[in-house]
């Protein structure tokens, strides 16, 4: 059913920080249509790996790629079909959403008349109409996201990297945006995707892959993680996977906080 | 609970000293130099003091506590990126009231290098100032100056805070800024004139500061020392109380403004910020085209890029106003048509800070940028032609000010040749440099140079041997056009002169575009990693 090349790959993928190794020969190979979940608690190495494969930070070991493109190797050819949702916000602030959109239309090669029209309809859809002539230093965490996933989906690249896209998101564009990526896959795009809302995770994830210390220590579906670690949700089996255990032991001094 | 802010301040300091291996040796050289310079500043104080009239020695006082007050409260906020142990606005969520906030932050504000400087004039003013009764006043009297000096700066840092919490009120200290670049020119400006035609003891009796510096704390405190030695006890008391008062006023007012600067909303703003057309109505459409619009929509829109862009303009106002009504020798000059040649070089030193740091501009969207299918020699283009554009309308300004002045019309045919040569050299150098050197450019503060980063040493030594790069390749057109100005075009036709210049020009450039943008491909990540702000 799938096609034999995997649409996102990486292969021995490490990188250190000084002494800590941030990355530990991460492979990674997600095939097209998939909508892979990268779970891992804080410091794991997701958004490091992200930024990895799509060759904003460059790996002491092992190498990445988008399709048949190596990122290292033909990173313009690998970018242009690829979208990137950045966990942090490092949109330009002083363009308004519209310009923004139009820019990054622009630099992936679409006609212009393509480009304005799809930016009416993004806008549109994500409630951001009002503030397209404001610029983005204007605008608030939510809606700073929502012009960036516009952004990230402009082009309609096959592959999506999303790292935290509800994140500061009201319920209403949160619902928006899910439903969007839903179809998005159903088109047979591919989505990495990054949160630490466990109930997303589950419900949009095809695959799942959970990094700890750098290291992706396990990749399965929904349905195999549950029934790998025995658990009742996604949220229990990955509290499982990364060892966490009641760090609240020892605390008691918490439960009399009146006093 | 003020101490901790105290000790906050220290452990920072210590930290960045321990971790930072170009702060530690960066600071000491800081703390070195201002040491040196307040040393023979109080040298310089103490031996002008003794040689002038006493009327004129406390006029002098008075001048400097005043100035020095002024200085100390607003260049350090102005010039750097505000110190986060000092930014009251991140203290906001702890349990200390106000006042003992302000007690720390006080205190935290002394532990400065730059403390030394105050510290200095105030032993020259204990030793200038001896007495039964005046030794006692002029301890008092240095107290309030020092409060004047601490409290007068932490007032201004809650101040700019407060405005730079909403993006136009970012916009607004660029303003700010620049409004105070020129109201300080235009006084040394008036002092130098005022100086250079009565000398400094007839310029400080001619313009008393003790005829309105007493309404402000440092004055009026400097004031009392020398109503004391001249006996007038209770013109001294009248004066030293105002000076408290007036000093306990300003404590009111900040502590008003903490008030506010922690409760109020960060301000957002949902007005359209642009009034220009879309990009999709515009001509041009392909990688390039975008970003050389994007860049000029930058240009307009960044409140330091602007800052960099009407610091031309300014120039120009300046340059200008000397010219045709300085006191200097400069005012020859515009008896010489041949100045207008000057023109496209001192343009150059307008647009240095953005072509030699194309990369760390980009800030946070640095990311956004490469993550983009856009290859680096599209990048450099776009970024270059943008460049080019605001250089050249610069040139074109100064070029038709210098002939106006000057009544060289006849040079401004040579115009478009040098321009682009020397633009061509300057983007040249300045694409190597942004690729090798990017540097890392604050969000908040004033500095175009990046000096006020970490990089500070970095900065300095890549933009000097950029400069120096620059001016180096410049020479081979420079020498030619001086000989056809020298010699006539008769030996010498300007039309080849011209030809081969911009050939020239366009051989460096592409030479350099070329290595650029292979060490670009080569060198994004580091690039990014460099540019980015925490």
Redesign the interface.
């Known amino acids: 059913m799938h096609d034999e090349r995997p649409a996102v790959w990486a292969k021995g993928l490490t990188r250190r920080f000084g002494n800590k190794v941030a990355v530990n020969g991460v492979d990674l190979a997600v095939m097209p249509g998939e909508f892979y979940g990268l779970l891992g608690p804080n410091g794991a190495g997701k958004t490091t790996t992200i930024k990895m494969i799509?060759?904003?930070?460059?790996p002491d070991e092992g190498t990445a790629g988008v399709e048949e493109f190596n990122t290292w190797k033909s990173?313009?050819?690998a970018?242009?079909r690829?979208g990137?949702l950045?966990e942090?916000?490092?949109?330009?602030?002083?363009?308004?959403g519209?310009?923004l959109l139009?820019?990054?239309a622009?630099?992936?090669?679409l006609?212009?008349?393509q480009?304005?029209s799809r930016?009416e309809e993004l806008l549109a859809l994500l409630d951001l109409e009002?503030?397209s002539?404001?610029?983005i230093?204007?605008?608030?965490r939510g809606m700073r996201k929502k012009v960036a996933l516009a952004a990230a989906v402009i082009h309609a690249p096959p592959v999506l990297f999303l790292d935290e896209p509800f994140e500061g998101v009201d319920a209403i564009s949160a619902r928006l945006i899910r439903q969007l990526l839903q179809r998005y896959t159903e088109s047979g795009a591919t989505i990495i995707f990054s949160s630490h809302v466990m109930e997303l995770v589950e419900r949009l994830c095809t695959r799942i892959g959970i990094m700890v210390a750098g290291e992706l220590i396990i990749e399965a579906s929904p349905d195999q993680l549950l029934a790998h670690y025995g658990a009742k949700n996604v949220e229990d089996a990955f509290l499982t996977a990364v060892g966490a255990s009641d760090a609240t032991q020892g605390l008691e001094w918490l439960a009399n906080s009146s006093g | 609970m003020a101490r901790q802010l105290v000790w906050l301040k220290w452990r920072l300091l210590a930290n960045g000293l321990r971790t930072d291996r170009q702060r530690r040796w960066g600071l000491p050289v800081i703390a070195i130099g201002l040491t040196v310079i307040a040393a023979l500043g109080a040298q310089f104080y103490y031996d002008t003091s003794r040689s002038l009239d006493p009327k004129a020695a406390a006029e002098f006082g008075i001048w400097l506590s005043v100035i020095g007050w002024v200085g100390w409260a607003t260049l350090p906020v102005l010039i750097f990126p505000i110190d986060e142990t000092l930014d009251p606005a991140k203290f906001a969520t702890l349990p200390m009231t106000r006042w003992q906030m302000m007690i720390g932050l006080t205190g935290a504000a002394m532990l400065t290098p730059p403390i030394i400087v105050p510290v200095l004039v105030i032993l020259v003013n204990l030793a200038l100032w001896t007495g039964l009764i005046v030794t006692p006043i002029t301890v008092i009297s240095v107290v309030l100056i020092i409060g004047s000096y601490v409290i007068g700066g932490q007032a201004f840092t809650t101040a700019f805070s407060m405005l730079i919490k909403s993006?136009r009120g970012r916009d607004l200290t660029m303003l700010f800024v620049v409004g105070l670049g020129l109201v300080l020119y235009g006084g040394q400006a008036i002092v130098a004139n005022a100086i250079g035609s009565l000398g400094l003891e007839g310029a400080l009796l001619a313009h008393p500061a003790s005829s309105w510096a007493w309404l402000l704390p440092p004055g009026a405190a400097q004031a009392a020392i020398t109503t004391a030695a001249r006996g007038e006890t209770l013109l001294t008391a009248g004066l030293l109380a105002w000076s408290l008062l007036s000093l306990l006023a300003l404590t009111y007012v900040w502590n008003r403004m903490l008030n506010r600067l922690i409760t109020r909303p960060e301000a957002?703003?949902?007005?359209?910020?642009?009034r220009m057309k879309?990009?999709?109505e515009l001509a041009g459409?392909?990688?390039t085209?975008?970003?050389i619009?994007?860049e000029l929509?930058?240009y307009l829109?960044?409140p330091r890029m602007r800052m960099v862009w009407t610091g031309g303009v300014i120039f120009i106002g300046i340059l200008a106003a000397t010219l045709l009504l300085g006191q200097t020798q400069l005012e020859r000059l515009a008896a010489t048509p041949w100045l207008v040649l000057a023109a496209p070089s001192a343009v150059l030193f307008v647009g240095l800070p953005i072509a030699l740091n194309q990369f760390g501009w980009e800030r946070?969207?640095?990311?956004?940028l490469?993550?983009?299918?856009?290859?680096p020699r599209q990048i450099l283009v776009g970024k270059n032609a943008a460049t080019t554009i605001a250089l050249a309308i610069e040139t074109a300004i100064l070029t038709a000010t210098l002939a106006a002045i000057t009544g060289g019309w006849s040079r401004v045919v040579y115009m478009p040749a040098i321009l682009l040569t020397a633009v061509a050299c300057q983007l040249a150098v300045g694409n190597l440099a942004s690729v090798l050197t990017p540097l890392r450019l604050p969000d908040m503060g004033t500095d175009v140079f990046s000096q006020a980063s970490e990089h500070g040493c970095l900065a300095i030594a890549s933009q000097l041997i950029s400069f120096f790069l620059i001016g180096l390749l410049m020479v081979p057109a420079a020498v030619a056009f001086t000989l056809v100005e020298a010699f006539g075009a008769t030996r010498f036709s300007l039309w080849q002169v011209s030809g081969v210049s911009m050939i020239y020009g366009a051989i460096v450039y592409v030479m350099a575009l070329q290595l650029a943008s292979v060490l670009l491909?080569r060198r994004?990540?580091?690039v990014?990693?460099w540019v980015r702000i925490n």
């Open positions: 799509v060759g904003l930070l460059r990173p313009t050819d970018k242009r690829i990137v950045p942090e916000f490092n949109l330009y602030e002083r363009l308004t519209a310009e139009d820019f990054t622009a630099i992936h090669g006609p212009k008349a480009a304005g930016r009002d503030a002539r404001t610029v230093g204007d605008y608030s | 993006r957002t703003s949902t007005k359209s910020a642009s879309p990009f999709t459409w392909g990688p085209a975008v970003v619009r994007k929509r930058m829109r960044d946070r969207a640095a990311s956004y490469f993550a983009l299918p856009i290859t491909k994004m990540p580091e990014l990693d």
